[in-house]
């Protein structure tokens, strides 16, 4: 009897052994792939706060995944949507098409938004025309190719309080796109993606958690003396929210009355953790990781990109942003593991673009810096040309760095396109703040090799970007309504965090040069699928063991 119990103990300790190693051993390949970008963080920002984030988070990932500490992006317009469409396309704006979050459109003499389609209708607003699609991009994602080879059975859901991450990041062959209305203060989607939003969102959306959420206000985490900021709460280089709320604490009732609708959200602490609980909800509703065919979560936290251009990046507020940040991330991640295991698992976490100290405060400093009066040139630019030509409208538009010129005009004057744009670079080029300008007709004709012009040249795509593309000098921003802005190709904008971590990842660190291009075709060999065609990142197989 004794034997034939210490049997069978032996065997129920063995089989419990069995199964945990079993469970130990990383699936042949992920079974989810979780996709997550915080919009607008810098690389030293994790440097800076790393003694102020818990164990679970950022430092989990970085510690225990390959931290890839020299990720930086190669084109100069940093802005919201070209990062989303890099990191999914693995290739710059110049291919994939998404060149700024809108372009001028010579045709209609109006700005075309790269996610807005008229052909599909906002779930939350039905009566409403219009919604959002990924249409505008000229390349499939990784996921769209997972999809595709695995015959539809991957499963791929896209969330972000911010359209342009959720449409983008999920590509065309999306499940979903969820994304903030800030109008009904709801989780939407478009008619692109479903007819009806599932129930479970609907009930989401019933219990509106955000109306909460705006009972609540934001206090500082821990004591004033323990933040690595160098600025005081209140100080002069901050726009704060809704120009006016610049001091903590930030009493949400207070504020919603002059922040129209459910905006607010999208600018505190709490909407990261709205969007954070819709990333877990979705894990557990949608069933992700559990058959063989690989599944994709993209979660894009935008409120820091926000919090970054209204108060900067040496503030309270986006440190105690990224502090509260931390804890969400440790939720999630332990959420993660628990419903589809570490080992089956591969997460990526990285960042769109940086973000600019405020030229004010690096000129107080003694630092190179200024504001360019883009208003101020465009009239001077535009006096110059009628005073050469003769009297017309010889420029349609100025935005994202880029002029775009009357070209009907230009040659039913038969002037020849080259000197025209020569006429202007000169004319443009003395101004002070402008580092480089070049015109459409030099991008076609000269191979830039390094540089901004390189970065300048991978962002520039014929059909969409305008006709000079200029560059300002380290340190200065367009005259903008905010204390900072992005959209440069120079180090504070385009050197982002990168981590992978979960399956078959190695624990390390890693100083080598790596672009956010080369996520997309990383991902796509590791998983056995087709690399998006369009793609020129590097795999970087030093990441998986």
């Known amino acids: 009897?004794?034997?034939?119990?210490?049997?069978?103990?032996?065997?129920?300790?063995?089989?419990?052994?069995?199964?945990?190693?079993?469970?130990?051993?990383?699936?042949?390949?992920?079974?989810?792939?979780?996709?997550?970008?915080?919009?607008?963080?810098?690389?030293?920002?994790?440097?800076?706060?790393?003694?102020?984030?818990?164990?679970?988070?950022?430092?989990?990932?970085?510690?225990?995944?390959?931290?890839?500490?020299?990720?930086v992006i190669n084109y100069s317009l940093t802005q919201t949507a070209p990062g989303y469409a890099s990191i999914a396309t693995g290739t710059e704006p110049a291919q994939?098409?998404?060149?700024?979050?809108?372009?001028?459109?010579?045709?209609?003499?109006?700005?075309?938004?790269?996610?807005?389609?008229?052909?599909?209708?906002?779930?939350?607003?039905?009566?409403?025309?219009?919604?959002?699609?990924?249409?505008?991009?000229?390349?499939?994602?990784?996921?769209?190719?997972?999809?595709?080879?695995?015959?539809?059975?991957?499963?791929?859901?896209?969330?972000?309080?911010?359209?342009?991450?959720?449409?983008?990041?999920?590509?065309?062959?999306?499940d979903a796109a969820y994304?903030?209305?800030?109008?009904?203060?709801?989780?939407?989607?478009?008619?692109?993606?479903?007819?009806d939003l599932p129930n479970w969102i609907k009930d989401i959306n019933q219990n509106k958690n955000c109306d909460d959420?705006?009972?609540?206000?934001?206090?500082?985490?821990?004591?004033?003396?323990?933040?690595?900021?160098?600025?005081?709460?209140?100080?002069?280089?901050?726009?704060?929210?809704?120009?006016?709320?610049?001091?903590?604490?930030?009493?949400?009732?207070?504020?919603?009355?002059?922040?129209?609708?459910?905006?607010?959200?999208?600018?505190?602490?709490?909407?990261?953790?709205?969007?954070?609980?819709?990333?877990?909800?979705?894990?557990?509703?949608?069933?992700?990781?559990?058959?063989?065919y690989t599944d994709f979560l993209f979660v894009n936290?935008?409120?820091?990109?926000?919090?970054?251009?209204?108060?900067?990046?040496?503030?309270?507020?986006i440190e105690d942003l990224l502090i509260k940040l931390d804890k969400d991330l440790a939720h999630l991640i332990e959420v993660i593991e628990d419903v589809v295991g570490k080992n089956n698992v591969l997460i990526y976490l990285t960042s769109n673009h940086g973000m600019a100290d405020p030229p004010q405060y690096l000129i107080d400093n003694k630092l190179p810096a200024g504001f360019f009066r883009q208003h101020y040139v465009i009239a001077l630019l535009k006096s110059y040309l009628r005073a050469i030509y003769g009297e017309g409208d010889w420029i349609l538009d100025f935005n994202n760095s880029q002029i775009y010129l009357n070209k009907v005009l230009i040659e039913d004057s038969k002037i020849p396109m080259a000197?025209?744009?020569?006429?202007v670079v000169t004319f443009i080029s003395n101004f002070s703040g402008i580092a480089n300008a070049i015109s459409s007709n030099q991008f076609l004709n000269i191979n830039f090799t390094s540089g901004i012009p390189l970065k300048m040249q991978n962002s520039f795509n014929l059909k969409r970007s305008g006709d000079i593309m200029i560059s300002l000098r380290a340190g200065w921003i367009e005259d903008i309504p905010y204390c900072?802005?992005?959209?440069?190709?120079?180090r504070y904008d385009t050197?982002?965090?990168?981590?992978?971590?979960?399956?078959?990842?190695?624990?390390?660190?890693?100083?080598?040069?790596?672009?956010?291009?080369?996520?997309?075709?990383?991902?796509?060999?590791?998983?056995?699928?087709?690399?998006?065609?369009?793609?020129?990142?590097?795999?970087l197989q030093e990441i998986f063991r």
């Open 96 to 174: 994939h098409g998404i060149v700024s979050n809108y372009w001028f459109n010579p045709i209609t003499s109006k700005k075309e938004d790269c996610i807005e389609d008229y052909n599909y209708n906002n779930l939350a607003r039905k009566k409403e025309k219009g919604s959002f699609s990924p249409l505008k991009m000229l390349s499939t994602t990784f996921a769209d190719e997972a999809k595709l080879f695995h015959n539809g059975k991957s499963k791929i859901i896209s969330i972000s309080l911010n359209p342009y991450a959720a449409v983008l990041s999920g590509g065309y062959s999306a």
């Open 495 to 539: 050197h982002v965090p990168l981590i992978f971590y979960g399956w078959k990842v190695k624990k390390q660190t890693i100083y080598s040069e790596i672009s956010i291009s080369d996520i997309a075709p990383t991902i796509s060999i590791i998983i056995g699928t087709p690399v998006p065609p369009l793609s020129t990142g590097n795999t």
């Open 301 to 317: 936290y935008s409120v820091s990109e926000k919090i970054g251009r209204l108060f900067g990046p040496q503030s309270l507020e």
């Open 1 to 71: 009897m004794r034997k034939t119990i210490f049997t069978l103990i032996l065997l129920l300790f063995t089989a419990k052994a069995f199964t945990q190693l079993e469970s130990s051993i990383p699936s042949e390949k992920p079974k989810l792939v979780v996709g997550i970008v915080v919009e607008g963080i810098r690389q030293d920002y994790l440097d800076r706060f790393w003694n102020n984030f818990g164990n679970k988070g950022f430092k989990k990932l970085a510690i225990n995944g390959s931290y890839c500490r020299n990720t």
């Open 213 to 292: 959420y705006l009972k609540r206000q934001w206090d500082l985490s821990l004591e004033r003396e323990k933040y690595t900021s160098l600025l005081p709460d209140r100080n002069e280089y901050e726009f704060g929210i809704d120009g006016v709320y610049k001091t903590f604490p930030y009493i949400y009732s207070e504020m919603t009355k002059t922040v129209k609708d459910y905006e607010l959200i999208t600018m505190i602490p709490e909407g990261n953790t709205h969007l954070n609980d819709l990333a877990i909800a979705t894990i557990y509703y949608e069933n992700l990781g559990k058959d063989d």
């Open 484 to 490: 900072t802005d992005h959209n440069t190709g120079y």
């Open 179 to 195: 994304w903030f209305d800030i109008t009904t203060g709801t989780w939407t989607s478009s008619t692109y993606y479903m007819n």
């Open 419 to 423: 000197d025209f744009q020569e006429k």
